[in-house]
């Protein structure tokens, strides 16, 4: 993938660690396993929980994880376990990788087991119905547990291909940035620090929308001036919505705002760009869909966002605009139009408030 | 360009405007041609001044701007003028679109014909030696004038033909604000408004700096996640050098700051892009240079803006790692790896102070 080979490079150089640090990742997805071969990496003994004892045996013995990371060999010194009390007790960091629908789940599953490990979410997303982030679950399950949020552009094979990459974790807790840190800070993985632990989730949570949108406008063959109008009115409407549940707006200057909403608008391949590229052209949702071959996160998100701003008085016209269009028939041209004639505006509001 | 004619569509339900503002172009470059054309269809009183009296002449018979626009047909109310006086005399706004070489010059000649009219700076740039924004000029040149700067994602050939574009007004004055609003906003071209002058003007001046980094990475073939850091990166270290001239720092969350940060750095064909390119794929500055046929304008803005970072004490690793590998000889891999081994930093250091 690089033409020139970071990795290598580095390896000529870097000192031994050894952080002593005992981590543990629930979750054997790409983004997870990743994220424990780079903590071996960085000399942390380090366990990787994977509820399936068969893969985990496999893991083990190929150091491969053959379903999410087929071409990349894992580091020997990780330990794959499928039973959850050996993977939690006695840790000192618990990073969940676990799909939002069953995030809550497998916590109330370590919760027995925790006494004072950290626990990070490294999950984008928001939990069905309940439109709670991963913050909030893990408050709600684990209410005494110190906690914290890690996100940004993280593509996890170009990740363990050795491509340079930066995430942010976000904590109340200086202790757990440091933690987290240590763990997984290095010089092709570089973590910065936020105490805005609501900023950063949404950052992920909400990304998807906009990457819908994009593709929408690319279906239109847009120049680069409208996607800029695009990219800095998403931007607009995710901080004016993150502000409203008690964010810093400044927050979505960084990695886990723009630097992941740029990613994933930049991926023209991604099922988000795609399912709102077909329905720039005119396509319904199930023919998106159908052509896909599967949903696009996306469009779950526009009706959760929908909802939950709709509910607290939020102005967000672009999620609601996409949520006319898919699921209200609206002609996407006319939505388009009808945004843009809205009148004079403040580019940043969080500056110079809008006129009224 | 585009699928869908986005212009006929509006036009078939615009409404006549009469504005009654009398708005002069000064300089006609392909954005100050576009941004006259575009008041006129406001209903402004427009005129465009250009130096050389044949070229006036021309566009005012053939409605055709041949060297900057020569596939577009102006709008036949805009009127040509190379008399400076008539220009400028008794007008509402003055809109500088003039080169930052010939900025104060220009300011100098009108100066005799200013009394109430905004003057307004459409250039984006850094004047050489001085190291003065546009508005710093106005604010020399013309010390008692309620002045403006607009700046935004904003390529005139997409803004001519029809493509949605957004801008920004920045002006201490909500009387400026308003007017140019007034002039120049329209559904297919949007003027969002602020009073941060400084850091608007910033995001423009800057940005190309980023675009030379942004193509030197693409030289190695680097994939989305580190794209991403490199665009926030560059953000914190505009951000940051603009708070230290009293710059707002949430401008860069918007059109002037990463709007036309995202548009230049996507702009493969971009000089700043390409000379980036080169110098990544091992080339000297000259060979660089000379393939290209002429300077990007990024160089420039690398050395002025170096040279004051130091001045002020302000942390700019990108550029100054710029500068070293363009003037310094220095290897751009080795560079890149010690920028890459710095340690635990914070995401937005406006909300997270950095650790000493």
Redesign the interface.
Known sequence: ????D?AS??NNETEVKNTGLRVTVLGGGSFGTAMANTTVRNGCDTMIWIRDEATAKEINETHINKRYLPDFTLEKELKAVSDIEVAVRDRDIILVAIPSHSFREVLRQIQPYISSQAVVSLTKGIEADTFSFMSDIIQEELPEVPFGVLS????AK??V?G????T?IASDSELVR?AV?HAL?S??F???????VNG?ELGGALKNIYAVAMGMAA???????????I???A??EM?RFAVELGA?????????G???L??TC??PLSRNYQVGYSLGKGKTLEQATTELGQTAEGINTIIQVRTRSEALGVYMPITCALYEIIFKGAPV?SI??SM?????????E???PH?Q
Chains 1, 2 share one sequence.
């Open positions: 993938m690089s033409e020139l970071f490079f580095l940004g552009p993280n593509l170009e990740i291909a491509q340079p990459a930066g942010v440091n840190q800070h010089a092709l570089r973590v910065f620090a936020s105490d805005d950063v279906a239109f063959g847009v120049g680069e001036n409208t996607k800029s109008m990219l800095t009115r931007l607009a901080s810093n707006p400044l927050t979505f200057l960084g990695l886990s723009v630097g992941d740029f990613a930049n991926s041209n388009a139009f843009m004639k809205n009148g004079h505006r403040s580019d940043v969080f500056i110079l006129q």
